[in-house]
């Protein structure tokens, strides 16, 4: 439930509290939507996730994706679409992460901002609010680069 006033009684937690928001489903957009209603110190949010903590080797570490991608991995779930026409009615299994982060969890930290072009086209064909220079920044401010450099 996103939205509205509600309440969580999380066993063996020993929280009992009223919420304005409660997020179900903490990946990508979830954590920062949780995040940025957190900022107002006058709301009370709560954030939930399925899955085990995340400070498993495999999502600590770049190289250690594919490792997510084997069967029984911990921070991996699958869900097998309908049967595609395309591919004579094969099914095929969608990858999702289990975790706080949700894909995000386990996608080896791989981030693109997509080419500048893309933005302005779609600016082009009506989406004012999208140009590059827009959502410039908003990448920046999820981004932290080694570097200092942050263009």
Same mark, same amino acid.
């Given at each position: ?10 066993? %063996?937690? #020993?929280?009992?509290?009223? !919420? ?22 006058? &709301? $009370?949010?709560? =954030?939930?996730?399925?899955?085990? $903590? ?5 999502? $600590?570490?770049?190289?250690? *994706? %594919? ?6 991995? $911990? !921070?991996?779930?699958? !869900?097998? *679409?309908?049967?595609?026409?395309? +591919? ?13 982060? #949700?894909?995000? &969890? ?29 959502? +410039?920044?908003?990448?920046?401010? =999820? ?9």
């Amino acid at each position: 439930m996103a939205g509205g006033a509600g309440s969580a009684n999380i066993a %063996g937690v #020993g929280i009992d509290r009223t !919420y304005d928001f409660i997020i179900v489903v903490g990946g990508s957009a979830g954590c920062v939507l949780a995040s940025r209603l957190a900022e107002d110190i006058n &709301l $009370r949010v709560l =954030l939930l996730e399925q899955g085990p $903590r995340n400070n498993g080797w495999t999502v $600590r570490i770049p190289g250690a *994706t %594919g490792e997510n991608y084997k069967p029984g991995a $911990r !921070y991996m779930g699958w !869900y097998p *679409t309908v049967p595609q026409r395309h +591919l004579r009615g094969r099914v095929i299994d969608e990858p999702f992460g289990i975790g706080l982060g #949700g894909s995000s &969890l386990v996608n080896g930290m791989v981030f693109l901002r997509g080419n500048p072009l893309d933005y302005e086209r779609w600016v082009s064909e009506g989406a004012a609010d999208w140009s590059f220079s827009n959502v +410039l920044p908003y990448f920046k401010r =999820l981004e932290t680069r080694a570097e200092g450099c942050n263009r």
